[in-house]
């Protein structure tokens, strides 16, 4: 199958180029892209081999919302003309034969993905745009890191990054009845943050903790649930200092697969519960933001700072690569007019 996609070589560079891939196979669907998501943490982690998925060039991009075109044998429940969101696709090829490592490979005019496991397709639910069923995974992500918390009604949770994540477990904590006080360095990050449901915002930085100690819960050093959703180590520590002794910390961020000078005594000397949620708690997380969404209870086209076109995106990841694009929270590419 002839297909358009974002490839990306070892010395970080950007085009569309055309590119081959499989037909569907037993238990696969071929998808025609309509939006791809862009979750910046992660895809630019792998263009700057923070952590690897395979070798260069590779075609990034790890969610997406499309329209099935065929489906391979044995697999029911699924038509050609299905609106459907998923997580993949196989890897492809440069016209010349030269491999392309799909990693995930969303960003793409086409899709060869599997049905069923843990990354399987879905249906987009009536009434949900595709262009922000592109980007589930984010708040799935949060919604899965909430849930392994065990966050309670009435508990006071910091969270530190109002990335898209972030601003997911935002959302989430306040559905449960959390009381939420969320810290960036962005205040347009923290505005929204307000709008998906924190009860105060505070400025990240140097003297985040003074900032911080009128919201601590009555008669506490800390707060009851610390999300640290930036991924950066050097915000490691002050994160967990903000902590309550028994408080829980969540690793919510993507550390990379550098070691961490872990220093002990922080986390020992508040006997702290630590969680660390991997990936977004597949088909239920995913199935519960799309619900929300549906229903209007998670208006999360609010996290979509940035929409562009097919032929705009390799000029957008080369400025986001240089740090060049500015208000960015997440971005949504539109392969509608892409050949």
């Given amino acids: 199958m ?161 990335g898209p994540i972030g601003l997911g477990v935002v959302a989430m904590l306040a559905q449960r009845g959390c009381v939420v006080v969320a810290a960036d360095l962005d205040e347009a990050r923290l505005a929204m943050a307000r709008s998906f449901g924190a009860a105060a915002t505070l400025a990240g930085g140097e003297g985040l903790a003074d900032r911080a100690r009128p919201f601590f819960p009555e008669g506490a050093e800390g707060f009851d649930l610390v999300f640290e959703c930036t991924g950066l180590w050097p915000c490691v520590r002050p994160a967990m200092e903000l902590c309550r002794v028994h408080g829980t910390f969540v690793w919510q961020g993507n550390y990379g697969a550098a070691p961490y000078p872990f220093e002990f005594l922080v986390p020992h000397n508040r006997q702290l519960e630590m969680k660390f949620p991997c990936d977004d708690g597949y088909a239920p997380c995913r199935a519960a933001v799309l619900r929300q969404i549906a229903a209007g209870l998670l208006p999360w086209e609010r996290a979509i700072s940035h929409r562009l076109a097919a032929a705009e995106a390799p000029d957008f990841f080369d400025r986001v690569n240089r740090g060049a694009v500015s208000g960015l929270v997440s971005a949504v590419v539109d392969w509608r007019a892409a050949e």
């Fill in 2 to 162: 002839k297909a358009t996609a974002l490839v990306c070589t070892q010395d970080q560079r950007f085009a569309l180029q055309p590119v081959s891939l499989p037909d569907p196979g037993p238990g696969e669907v071929s998808i025609r892209t309509l939006f791809s998501g862009v979750s910046v943490g992660t895809e630019f982690a792998l263009v700057r081999n923070k952590i690897s998925w395979g070798p260069f060039p590779i075609a990034t991009g790890y969610m997406g919302a499309g329209v099935v075109e065929r489906v391979g044998e044995g697999v029911s429940g699924f038509a050609p003309g299905d609106t459907v969101y998923y997580r993949g696709s196989k890897n492809m090829a440069l016209d010349d034969g030269t491999a392309v490592s799909a990693v995930s490979g969303v960003h793409c005019t086409h899709a060869v993905t599997a049905v069923g496991g843990t990354h399987g397709i879905a249906k987009v639910p009536d009434g949900v745009d595709p262009a922000v069923a592109a980007t589930f995974v984010m708040p799935a992500v949060a919604l899965h890191g909430v849930d392994k918390s065990g966050a309670r009604v009435g508990q006071v949770a910091l969270v530190h990054g109002c």
